[in-house]
């Protein structure tokens, strides 16, 4: 065999495999339905919120649309979405409010029904969820 083969095989395996390579994940914003989608689920979540006893107390005097509108640009940039956070730090604005971990808990069952109202799949709630998470330490019991 030629030098010249060898290399025209191994250029064509070459090809061949990069064509077979996955396409980049899609991002959790996508998966997430955009910003539709999640318009949707934070306004599923304002619902869920408005009907709940044990939470309601924490918003009442919250500005609706103000806290819309950073949920819905919290949540798209933590899903890779083409938004910056520009709201307060999660200490600032949860420092006061006592948030146990009850609540805290119950409050993430909120949003899975925002979540389930919107049809997101639970592979896709988990993956936002886990996001969410390492901000636990940011807003129960200060």
């Known amino acids: 065999m030629s030098l010249k083969y060898r290399y025209s095989v191994l250029v064509a395996l070459c090809l061949m495999i990069s064509a077979c390579a996955s396409p980049p994940d899609t ?31 924490y918003f009442a005097e919250a500005s609706v649309s103000r806290f819309k509108e950073n949920l ?5 940039a ?30 993430v069952d909120l949003l899975i029904n925002a979540m389930d109202t919107e049809g997101i799949p639970h592979r896709i709630q988990n993956q ?14 200060l």
């Open 78 to 107: 933590i899903s890779d979405g083409p938004c910056k956070y520009t709201g307060d730090n999660m200490v600032d604005i949860h420092t006061g409010m006592n948030i146990n971990e009850k609540d805290f808990n119950h409050m």
């Open 72 to 76: 819905i640009e919290h949540f798209c």
């Open 128 to 141: 936002l969820i886990a996001r969410l998470a390492p901000l636990r330490k940011e807003i129960i019991y």
């Open 27 to 57: 991002t959790l914003y996508k998966k997430l339905g955009g910003e539709s989608g999640i318009e949707n689920i934070v306004e599923n979540l304002v619902q869920e919120i408005g009907q709940d006893k044990q939470i309601f107390h």
